[in-house]
C-alpha cells in the first residue's frame, strides 16, 4: 500500500485529491495548515507527498525543505496549477523528484506517484523541452581567486529586463500572463543568485555580468 501525503491550504483540493487517487494501492492523509507539519511528520512516514507550492506563511519549497530534513530520503511531487518553470532549478536542487499539473488527469497523478515510487523523476514534457532552449548562462567575479557561474533560465531574464524598466511587479505579471505571487518568486530567486537584496542592485549586477544587454525583447 503506497501511503501518500497531501499537503494543500484549500479543502476542496486536498479533499479532490484524495478521492481521485485512492484505489486498491494507494491510501491518501490530507493536511491542510503547513504549521502542523512538523508535529504530522514526527508521527508518521509517508512514502510520497505531494505539495502545494504557494501557501501562506509556508511555501511548498520550505515545506519540502522540512519534510527532507525530516527523512532525507523522501519523496517529494509539487503539485500546482500555476506555472512551475520560474522555480525548477530551485525546487530539483532542493530535493523534489516530480512536478505535476493540479489539471492533470487521474491517470497522469497515479502514474505520477508510481514512478516516484521507482525513484524516476517526473517533470511535464512541455518544461522538458524548454530546459535546453531557455538555459543561459554567465559569470560574475567573486575574488581574485576565481568565478561562480549563475544560471538564468528565460523567464528570469525576462523579469530582470521588465525591472530595468521600472516596471511594479503588479505590470510584469499582467504582461507575462501570471501571477503577482508567481513574479515575487521569480524576483527572489534572482535576488538569490546574484546576491543582491534590491532591485536596484539586481539590475546593476546584472549589467556587470551581461545579463541584461545579452536578451533582446
Given at each position: ?22 484505489q ?47 527523512d ?111 513574479i ?34
Amino acid at each position: 500500500m503506497i501511503q501518500v501525503l497531501i499537503i494543500d491550504d484549500h479543502l476542496a483540493v486536498g479533499m479532490g485529491t484524495k478521492v481521485l487517487i485512492e484505489q486498491e494501492n494507494i491510501q491518501a492523509d490530507v493536511l491542510f495548515y503547513s504549521e502542523k507539519l512538523q508535529t504530522h511528520l514526527s508521527n508518521k512516514k509517508y512514502d510520497v507527498y505531494m505539495v502545494d507550492l504557494y501557501m501562506p506563511n509556508l511555501n511548498g519549497l520550505e515545506i519540502s525543505k522540512k519534510i527532507l530534513k525530516e527523512d532525507p530520503n523522501a519523496r517529494i511531487i509539487i503539485y500546482t496549477g500555476f506555472d512551475i518553470e520560474p522555480h525548477f532549478n530551485l525546487l530539483i536542487e532542493t530535493g523534489v523528484m516530480g512536478i505535476i499539473s493540479k489539471t492533470a488527469s487521474q491517470e497522469s497523478i497515479i502514474n505520477a506517484i508510481e514512478s516516484i515510487m521507482r525513484k524516476e523523476i517526473v517533470i511535464p514534457y512541455e518544461l522538458f523541452k524548454q530546459l535546453r532552449i531557455q538555459e543561459r548562462y554567465s559569470h560574475i567575479n567573486i575574488n581574485k581567486n576565481g568565478v561562480v557561474p549563475i544560471s538564468m533560465n528565460h523567464r528570469e531574464i525576462e523579469v530582470l529586463s521588465y525591472i530595468e524598466k521600472g516596471m511594479t511587479n503588479k505590470c510584469i505579471a499582467s504582461t507575462l500572463n501570471l501571477s503577482q505571487r508567481s513574479i515575487e518568486y521569480t524576483i527572489t530567486e534572482i535576488f538569490n543568485k546574484l546576491g543582491v537584496y534590491s532591485r536596484v542592485e539586481a539590475v546593476k549586477a546584472a549589467k556587470k555580468i551581461g545579463i541584461i544587454s545579452k536578451f533582446d525583447l
